[in-house]
C-alpha cells in the first residue's frame, strides 16, 4: 500500500490513476478500482484506491492510498512516477508526526503506535492497544485538569483575597501525588512487556544447550548433534512465556577453545553473559559436578543464575557440593520434554519478582513517561511542603506550574522539538 499526505495528495492520484467507476469525481472515503498508468499510458499495475479529505484522515490532511499488487518492482515503478508528480519519499514516522502535529494525536497515542507494531507477544499487544485507545491519555489529561483548576482558584485567592477563599490545597495535591506515584510504579511492568527479558543460556558443551533452547521455543531452531562444540556462534530467538517476551541466546560451550573459530564463540558467549538479564546455566545432571562446571559458576559470581539440570532422564547424579546452591534449581529433560513448563514457569516468577503485571493499570508507563512523572511528584512535593511551611500561595502556585508542565509533557502538551523527533524517528517509514 503507497500512501500519500498532504493539499495535492488528490491531485497527484488523478494525475496517475484511471478509474473504472463511470463516476470520475472522487468521494472521500470510498475505494475506487482502477488502473496506475504511466505517462505513455501503459498499464503499471491493477489498484483500489481512496481518497480521505482532510481533517478527516490519519494525518488531518488529505491522504490518498493506493492498494496495488505485491513486488518491489511494481512498488517502485509507483513510487517513481509519484516523484515525478511533485511527491517525496516520507521520512520515518512522518505520518504519525504530522497526526500528532496536527491534533489528531497526543504523544502517548504516538508511542502507542510504535509499541503496537514492535510487540512481540498478544500481552505486549493489548498494552498498545489500550494506550492507543486513550487509557493513559485519559489518566493524565484527568490530573492535569485538576491542577489547572486547584491553580486558578489558588492564583484567584492572591488576586482577589478579600473575595475568594484560599483553596484546600493539601488534600487535593495528595490526591494527585498519590495517583502519580501508582503511575510511577507501573514502569517496571511496562518495561518487561515492551521490551522483555535477555536471557543467555550458557554451559560446557555438551550439556544440551540447543537441545534445551528448542525444548523451551517448542521447535528444532538450533542444530544438535552428539559431538562437543558444536555451537560456534550465537543463536537469538523470542520466547513467549505468560506474555512476557524472553529473548533467549544459546551460545557456544565454554572451555579452553580448541580452534579460532571456537575461541571467537566462547567470547560471544562472554560478551552475551555481560549483556544479559538472566542467565540460564545448564549442567548435565547424569554426571558429577566437573572442573569447567566450577569454574563457570565462579566466572558468574554475582550475575542472575538460573540452573539447569539437563538429561535427567540419564540419572541425576550431580552434586554441586556447595557450588550455586542459592541459585533456583530446575530438573529437566530437553530430549523428553520433562520439566520444561516448570522451568518456564519459575524462570519467569523469578523475573516478575512480584510485580503486578495483571493489574498494573490499562497502560503502564515507559521510561520517558517515568522521568516526566518523577518531576510532576518532585513539584507536587514542594507544593505539599509549601503548604506545612505556611509559604505564600503565590510561591505554592509556581510547583504547581511546575507539576502541570510535566504532566503536559507526558502527553505531548509541554514538550520540545528534539523529543518529538527522538519519539518519531524511532518508526519505521510507512508509519
Request: glycine share 12%; charged share 25%; hydrophobic share 40%.
Amino acid at each position: 500500500m503507497i500512501r500519500v499526505s498532504g493539499g495535492k495528495a488528490l491531485e497527484l492520484l488523478k494525475s496517475i490513476f484511471t478509474s473504472s467507476s463511470k463516476n470520475p469525481e472522487f468521494e472521500s472515503h470510498r475505494v475506487y478500482h482502477g488502473w496506475i498508468r504511466d505517462n505513455g499510458g501503459k498499464t503499471i499495475d491493477e489498484v483500489m484506491a481512496v481518497y480521505m479529505r482532510g481533517p478527516n484522515s490519519y494525518t488531518g490532511e488529505d491522504v490518498v492510498e493506493v492498494s496495488c499488487h505485491g513486488g518491489l518492482a511494481v512498488t517502485r515503478e509507483i513510487l517513481g512516477l509519484a516523484v515525478e508528480r511533485g511527491a517525496r519519499l516520507a521520512e520515518r514516522g512522518e505520518f504519525s508526526r504530522r497526526a500528532f502535529l496536527n491534533g489528531k494525536m497526543d504523544l502517548l497515542k504516538a508511542e502507542a503506535i510504535l509499541d503496537l507494531v514492535s510487540a512481540r507477544t498478544g500481552r505486549g499487544v493489548n498494552l498498545a492497544a489500550s494506550q492507543l485507545a486513550g487509557s493513559l491519555s485519559s489518566s493524565i489529561g484527568r490530573l492535569r485538569s485538576e491542577l489547572i483548576g486547584l491553580l486558578a482558584e489558588v492564583e484567584a485567592s492572591v488576586d482577589f483575597p478579600d473575595d475568594v477563599e484560599p483553596p484546600a490545597i493539601r488534600t487535593r495535591v495528595e490526591s494527585v501525588r498519590d495517583e502519580v506515584e501508582k503511575l510511577i510504579a507501573t514502569e517496571g511492568a511496562g518495561r518487561l512487556l515492551r521490551e522483555g527479558v535477555r536471557m543467555a543460556i550458557v554451559g560446557k558443551p555438551n550439556v544440551g544447550k540447543s537441545s534445551l533452547l528448542n525444548a523451551l521455543l517448542g521447535e528444532k531452531r538450533a542444530i544438535v548433534t552428539d559431538e562437543p562444540g558444536t555451537t560456534r556462534d550465537t543463536i537469538e530467538e523470542v520466547i513467549n512465556i505468560r506474555g512476557v517476551p524472553f529473548v533467549v541466546v544459546d551460545t557456544a560451550g565454554i572451555r579452553h577453545p580448541r580452534d579460532r573459530a571456537e575461541e571467537f564463540g566462547v567470547g560471544k558467549a562472554r560478551a552475551e553473559i555481560a549483556g544479559a538479564n538472566m542467565v540460564l546455566l545448564v549442567l548435565d545432571a547424569s554426571t558429577g559436578l566437573g572442573d569447567e562446571d566450577k569454574v563457570i559458576l565462579e566466572e558468574l559470581s554475582g550475575a542472575n543464575v538460573v540452573l539447569a539440570l539437563n538429561k535427567i532422564d540419564l540419572g541425576a547424579a550431580i552434586s554441586l557440593n556447595g557450588y550455586g546452591n542459592s541459585c533456583p534449581q530446575f530438573k529437566v529433560s530437553a530430549l523428553l520434554g520433562t520439566g520444561i513448563g516448570e522451568l518456564r514457569d519459575g524462570i519467569y516468577d523469578l523475573v516478575v519478582k512480584g510485580q503486578e503485571i495483571e493489574s498494573a493499570g490499562g497502560s503502564p508507563i515507559n521510561l520517558r513517561h517515568r522521568e516526566c512523572l518523577l518531576r510532576a511528584r518532585d513539584a507536587l512535593d514542594k507544593a505539599l511542603a509549601g503548604c506545612d511551611g505556611k509559604c505564600y500561595s503565590d510561591l505554592v502556585a509556581v510547583d504547581l506550574k511546575g507539576a502541570i508542565v510535566a504532566l503536559g509533557e507526558v502527553s505531548g502538551e509541554e514538550v520540545s522539538e528534539e523529543v518529538i523527533s527522538s519519539i518519531f524517528d524511532r518508526f519505521c517509514v510507512g508509519k
